[in-house]
Nanobody
Framework: QVQLVESGGGLVQAGGSLRLSCAAS????????MGWFRQAPGKEREFVAA????????YYADSVRGRFTISRDNAKNTVYLQMNRLKPEDTAVYHC??????????????????????WGQGTQVTVSS
């Protein structure tokens, strides 16, 4: 069974940091672009960051650029999202995604309703003011 499992979410004060992990199992994702998305209550899904299969190129939403860093360790089949200088508006459920037919660049401009091949259950991030 192929799974993406996120972890690392929690409650943090504004200005703090969290590191999210997305561990893949059931197959290797080393040739897949992977991305992070988030969804706050009552809002559409929002692209956060994406990374190419090699890790050589990354893409970020304007709202997180300079504060968040996406990285991957293909040997561990894991993608990370380091989140610094967190703001209350970063509060959301964060999901990771993988898709064999989608590039990282395409993830950065994808339709919020696009259904990726693999989608994690999400981890809650709450930033208090």
């Amino acid at each position: 069974q192929v799974q993406l499992v996120e972890s690392g979410g929690g409650l943090v004060q504004a200005g703090g940091s969290l590191r999210l992990s997305c561990a893949a199992s059931g197959r290797t994702f080393s040739s897949y672009a992977m991305g992070w998305f988030r969804q706050a209550p009552g809002k559409e899904r929002e692209f956060v960051a994406a990374i190419t299969w090699s890790g050589g190129t990354t893409y970020y939403a304007d709202s997180v650029r300079g504060r968040f860093t996406i990285s991957r360790d293909n040997a561990k089949n894991t993608v990370y999202l380091q989140m610094n200088r967190l703001k209350p508006e970063d509060t959301a459920v964060y999901h990771c995604a993988a898709d064999g037919q989608t590039t990282a660049q395409a993830m950065s401009v994808s339709n919020p309703r696009y259904e990726y091949d693999y989608w994690g259950q999400g981890t809650q991030v709450t930033v208090s003011s």
